[in-house]
Every structure is written in C-alpha cells, then in structure tokens.
C-alpha cells in the first residue's frame, strides 16, 4: 500500500514538473507576443510584426509539448487517483471539463489562425487571434487554478455518508478566497519566466553580434516586463499568498518557514538553515526577529504557531523539501529583482548594450525562472500534504485501488524515457528556432 | 439529466472518432501506400493541420466523462491502467512525428517520423477498437475470485491479456480473439475514412490508387461486420436486446449500413466530400451502434455479484449536473463554431498550404 502511494506521487511529481516548463512559458509569452502586436499595429514598424511571429513560432513549439504533455495529466486523475476522481469528481470535473471545453480549445484553435492566416485575414483580425490565444491560455490557467485553489481550500461542497464530495454552490469555486491571490501569482510567475526567456535571447543575439536590432528590442522588453512582474509577484501578489497559506494551512507555515518551536512573542524570519528533523531544529541558522510576524500580521509580537503546536499526521510529510522549496522560490525571486532593476538602470543610461558581464548574467539566468515556477508549485503541493482536498481527504486514500505498484512503476519508466526524448528534441528545436532568428529569411 | 450528459458526451466521443479518426486513417494509409516523398509529406500534412484541434474532443470528452459520470470515470481509467497509458504513449509519439518531421529536411529525419506518424496510428486505431470490444464485452467487475470481490464493486483491474486469450473466461484481458476482431474493424474503417481524407484534402497521385484500395477494404469490413455480430452473439447473447426492445435504435446500425453500402460507389461519386460522408456515417453508425447496444448500461459486469455500471449509479449529483448543463451547452455550441470556423478557414486541398512554421 506504501509503495503504492509512493510511485503514484513519484509519477505525477515528474510528470507535471515536466508538463509545467511549457505552459509556464506559453501563458507568459501569448501576453508578450500581444504587446509586440499591438506594438506593430500602433507604429507599423516592421520589426514588432516580426517579433510577434517569432515568438509565435516558440510559442507554437512549447504549445505542442505542453499539449502532448498535458494528456496524460488529465488521464492520470482517472489512472492513477481514482479514488479522489470518484469522490470529488463531481467538483474538480467542472472546473476540469471548463479548462477543456473553453481554453485549451480557444487556444489550439486561434494558434493555428496565427501563425497560417495573417495574410487570409489583414492585421486587425491577425491581432485578434493573437489576442484570442493570449486569453485561452490565461482562461486555461484560470480554470487548473480553480481546481488546486478548491484542493487547497475546498468550498461550496457537501459530504455524503458515502464519503462523496457533492457540489453545493458552484460559483464558490471561483469566489473561493484561495483562487484570486494564487492565479495572479502564478500568471506573474509565468510573465517573469517568458520575459527571461526574451531577454536571453535578445542578450545572446546582442553577444553574438548577430541580428542586434532584434537583440536589443527583446533586451529591451524582457528587462521592462521582467522588472514589473518580478516585482508584482514578491509584493503584493506572493504576500497575499502567503498570508492565505498561514491562514488556511497554519500547519504548513510553519513548516515552509521552519519555525519547529513557537515562540512566545513575534516569530523570527528564515534566511538560511538546514531543517534537522531529528533534533526537530534548523543547522546553521540565519534569521531576523520578529520580522515573520510583521510581514504577516503587520504586528512585530504576534504569535504564530510553529511545528510543535501540531500533530505528526497534520504536517506535511516531507517538511525539508517543502522548506527548501519556499526558499529557493524565494531567494531566486529576490535575485530577478536585483538583477532586472540593475538592467532597468543599465538600460537607461543607454549602457545595457554594451555591458557584456550583465548580458552574459542575463543569459544563463534562463534556467532560473523555470526553478523558481516549480519549486513555487512544490511548496503548494507539498504544503498542501498530507491531505489531497486540504483537512479532508488524505493523498494516501485517493490513489486507485487496483492498480499496483509495479505497473505504476512500468508507466513511470516509459515516462521518464518517453520525456527525455521530448525534452531533447525541444532543445534542438528551440535552438535551431532561435538561430535562425525573428529576420525574415530571404530565399 | 443523465440521460441528456450521456448523450452530449456520446456525441463529442463520436466527433473525436471522426476528427481524429481521420487522421488515425491518414497515418494508416501513409503507413503503408505512400511512396514518393512529395505525396508522404502533403498526407503527413493533411493530418498535421488538424490533429490538435481534433484530439480537443478527447480532452473535452474526458473532461465531461469525470464531471458527469466520475465514479465510471474513476473504475474505467484504472481498470484500463496499461492500455491507456500505452495509447498516451502512442498519441505522443504520433504528435511529434507530426509536428517535427518538416523540422529538418533530412531524408533520415523525416523517414524516422514518418514511421512513428504510421506505426502509432494504426496502433492507436487498433487500441481505440480493442477498448470499445471490452467495453461490448463486458469487465470482472470488483476482481471477483471464487464468487467474492476483490475490490469494491465498481473497481476492476485487466492484464493486457489472459493466457486463454478468450472473451469466454471468468478473467479476461484487454486483448481476447473478440477484442482483437473490434480492433481490426476499427484498423480499417479509419483506413477507409482516412484515405478518404487524402482524396478530399489533397491532390496526392496516390488519390485514384486510393479509391480502388477503399473499395476492397470495404468488402473486407463487411466480412469482418458480419463474423463480429456472429461471435458477439456467443460472447453476449442478449447483446442485441436493445434493438428488439427499442426498435428506434435501429436507426444507429442503418446509418452504419448507409455507410458500407454508399462506400462500394466509390468510383461513381462525383464529388469527394460524398466519399468522406459515407466513411463519417460509418464511423459515427459504428460508435453509436455499440453504446446503443448497451444504453443504459455503460460497462457491463460479467459476473452475477456486482451489478452493471449504468449512467444512474455512476453520475455526479443533480446539482452539480444541472449547472453543469449552463455552460455545457455553451461550451457544446462553441466546439461546434470554432471547428467550422477552423475548417472554412482552411478549406480546399492542403498541398498548398505553408506547413512547418
């Protein structure tokens, strides 16, 4: 029975931190790629257009993954978690079949308008499906956040005798005071991610010296973009969020923070330690005190329960990884910060072009948005532990009866293989994408 | 309420049948009848433009099949545990030989997607073929062994197959000598309906070929459909109660019928889009035959302990069925306008068509 908890958690672990690179970047990117439109339709200057349909191109190649990708999330419900997919189905399916029915199909639709129909359509309609594709994709994350806002705070139900979750009130599930606070933090996040990614690319075109018009209009635009969202998305959005978690899940504050003893006055904020869970203690400990208190109650003496005030089976069962988890997050959205505010800078005192250190700095920062995206969705998903719908439903009574582990453990090795294959054609597609550059090509 | 999901997610199953069947169909065809390089790449095209807005009805259908009914759901998905994931497997391979064989224009490259395009339709529409024989044949629901349940009742688990290999034992597997025939029904229906997307979407020199290649196929899907109805009697001898006892639901096999007869006119038809119909009405006749054939059961238990999943004990609660209905329904008529929108759009023969972003 353990064990097959366990492979059913490994497969969905990996399975959705390998579908998650591709909507991450799609959800970013469709607004990015809106901006460059509407830039074009403004001014009319060749290049935007360009842009747009380059990015498109990126953006049509992430889709697919995320399309391929995301199959098996959808059947992995039924698969691998039948138990919860029988008990809350008649919830989660709503929020589920609407992500299907309007935004993956609003999306798949207008993408293919985009990239065969501008010259059947003039500009304004070419806009619009660009437009239409940007709100598929947001709708899409709308809905899965619905979903996961209702597992981590479930409203708007009622509890048969047979242990059936049944749907009581069906606009609380999108009232739910979960949903708001996560689905804005998660969009920014994916912003921060596709404005990296632009001006990666715009750096490596500027270092190469090779395409630098285009170069330095991505550089241009990622650094703004990225420099609003980063921001957004520490304050106001990942506070909100984080005063919801102490509110809903006290028990996993306490844990994402590593706080292991209450103390009596105001709570002290962690910036660096091992959680040591023999000795229930962080090794090495940095923090500052009282500051946790102010941040979340805007009081320095306010108390906040830490582990001990909690029983074993109430904490989430893996409180290193989920602690870890929050402070990369946390600690690599503090560097973007830094880093597109000193190119902000950078950028107007007319110097970003020239300074190879910083364009190199924001080049290999690429990989970094995409950590801080899914550890971002660990601490949700591990915070939300031990429970599959939050103080009601345990995870180790949502996996499917009768399927063993040694077929989850078949499914998971072809997963993993399966991945690898596709990760690597990405890559090669990607980059041949971005060698050849936004320039049309002169035959 | 019941009864009405029952019907829309029936019939956004039949649409993906025939969206996606199609392009099943192409793959089976480029698979094996495709030669020159220039009708390989306008066939892979035929299908490239539309599988993702096709496999939407999958996603839409599983969507509504877990909201509606998620207790069959739940029961169906993992007592399918291999084969699904197989067919999640097969339909990721078919996608990125789609999506990346004009990537590269190397022989080798597109000759490697090619083969993955082929090989993973035709045994996606074997698949297909073979779950909805299990589904007719019936499941040992809640693992009965020795007259007890293994499982609550509604839950079940199949190998991939049973050493018998027969639809007759007290455990069979996905894979049985009748699931086997469904499977290969299902091979060359989409063939035909598939080749018969080639012929009205493109002007591939293979198109006149493909014409006499529909017709044989023909003759050997009514072999097949006759042999089928006959070991179905012997797996199921109540299977055609259904018709008898509500004769209107003979009106799913004649649209099938319409379809085998209309097809052996293939060389006469005038336009192209008749020849595509008469395989549409197949495959919609073919799908809605076999659920009618069991309505309102939707998986028959083939033990007496544990009783039959029917869309009454494995639905959602009212409620969440009738609000669900609020935005189904809009949600239906959109599916419906943005696939006519898509296909006006790109109307007309594909050959011309800029592919390969």
Do not use: C
């Amino acid at each position: 029975m353990e064990d097959m908890l366990f492979y059913d958690r490994l497969q969905f672990a990996f399975t959705i931190t390998f579908h998650y690179i591709f909507p991450q970047l799609t959800m970013g990117l469709s607004l990015l790629i809106v901006y460059f439109k509407w830039k074009y339709l403004r001014n009319n200057l060749e290049k935007y257009n360009n842009a747009a349909k380059f990015f498109m191109k990126i953006f049509a190649i992430n889709f697919t993954m995320g399309v391929v990708t995301g199959i098996p999330m959808e059947f992995q419900f039924g698969t691998n978690w039948a138990k919860f997919s029988e008990l809350t189905g008649g919830i989660i399916g709503q929020t589920l079949a609407m992500e299907g029915m309007f935004s993956f199909f609003l999306e798949s639709s207008f993408l293919a308008l985009f990239i065969f129909g501008e010259k059947l359509m003039g500009q304004k309609l070419h806009f619009l499906t660009g437009f239409l594709v940007f709100l598929g994709s947001w709708a899409s994350g709308w809905f899965i956040l619905a979903t996961n806002a209702w597992m981590q705070h479930p409203v708007g139900y009622e509890i048969l005798d047979n242990g059936k979750f049944v749907l009581q009130n069906f606009s609380a599930l999108f009232t739910n005071p979960w949903l708001l606070p996560a689905f804005l933090h998660n969009q920014l996040a994916s912003v921060v991610t596709s404005s990296f990614v632009v001006a990666s690319i715009g750096a490596f075109y500027v270092l190469r010296n090779k395409q630098t018009e285009y170069g330095q209009l991505f550089l241009k635009t990622g650094v703004v973009f990225g420099l609003v969202s980063s921001i957004l998305l520490a304050f106001p959005t990942g506070d909100w969020n984080a005063k919801n978690v102490a509110k809903y899940q006290p028990a996993s504050f306490a844990a994402m923070e590593g706080i292991f003893e209450t103390e009596d006055a105001g709570a002290e904020i962690v910036l660096v330690g091992q959680p040591n869970m023999v000795e229930k203690k962080l090794d090495n400990k940095i923090a500052v005190p009282n500051v946790l208190s102010f941040l979340t109650h805007q009081e320095w003496d306010k108390q906040i329960p830490g582990m001990d005030q909690f029983k074993e089976d109430e904490l989430p069962d893996n409180i290193p990884a989920l602690y870890y988890s929050y402070h990369i997050m946390v600690g690599l959205g503090t560097i973007f910060i830094g880093v597109m505010a000193l190119a902000l800078f950078f950028l107007w005192r007319k110097k970003l072009y020239s300074s190879k250190t910083l364009l190199w700095t924001i080049m290999f920062l690429v990989p970094f948005p995409y950590i801080a995206n899914i550890t971002g969705w660990y601490v949700a998903e591990l915070g939300r532990q031990p429970y599959l719908v939050y103080g009601l439903l345990r995870t180790s009574d949502g996996i499917s009866p009768t399927v063993s582990s040694g077929n989850t453990l078949f499914t998971l090795l072809g997963f993993v293989a399966l991945y690898m294959l596709l990760g690597l054609l990405f890559l090669v597609l990607v980059g041949k994408t971005i060698n050849q550059g936004p320039k049309p090509q002169t035959h | 309420m019941e009864v009405f999901w029952y019907i829309i997610i029936a019939t956004v199953l039949a649409m993906f049948f025939i969206l996606d069947g199609y392009d099943f169909g192409t793959g089976i065809i480029h698979l094996f009848f495709a030669k020159k390089e220039e009708d390989k790449e306008v066939i892979a095209k035929s299908a490239g433009l539309f599988w993702d807005s096709n496999e939407v009805w999958l996603v839409a259908a599983g969507g509504m099949l877990f909201m509606a009914f998620p207790t069959f759901y739940a029961s169906v998905f993992s007592g399918f545990y291999l084969p699904l994931i197989i067919v999640l497997w097969l339909i990721i391979f078919r996608a990125i030989g789609l999506e990346f064989r004009g990537q590269f224009h190397y022989q080798m490259w597109k000759d490697i997607w090619d083969k993955s395009f082929g090989v993973a339709s035709l045994l996606l529409a074997l698949f297909f073929g073979i779950a909805l024989g299990n589904i007719v044949r019936g499941v040992n629901l809640g693992g009965v062994e020795n007259g007890v349940s293994v499982y609550e009742g509604h839950y079940f688990f199949l190998p991939l197959w049973d050493s018998t290999f027969s639809p007759l034992s007290k455990t069979p597997g996905i894979i049985d000598w009748f699931t086997i025939i469904i499977g290969l029904i299902s091979v060359v229906t989409l063939a035909i309906h598939g080749a018969n997307w080639i012929i009205l979407k493109t002007n591939s020199s293979i198109n006149n070929k493909l014409k006499g290649v529909i017709f044989k196929l023909n003759i050997v899907l009514v072999i097949l459909t006759l042999f089928s109805i006959i070991v179905w009697q012997i797996v199921n001898p109540n299977a055609l109660d259904n018709f008898i006892n509500r004769p209107y639901l003979i009106i799913f096999p004649i649209i099938y019928i319409t379809g085998l007869v209309g097809l052996f006119f293939i060389k006469k038809l005038k336009k192209d889009i008749y020849g595509f119909t008469f395989s549409t009405l197949l495959v919609l006749g073919g799908i809605t035959s076999s659920l009618a054939s069991l309505f309102p059961v939707i998986l028959p238990s083939i033990n007496n302990i544990n009783e039959s999943l029917t869309i009454y004990n494995t639905s959602a609660s009212e409620y969440g069925l009738s609000v669900a209905l609020n935005w189904g329904i809009i949600g239906f008529i959109l599916l419906f306008v943005y696939m006519i929108i898509q296909k006006r759009l790109m109307g007309g023969k594909v050959d011309k068509m800029d592919y390969g972003h």
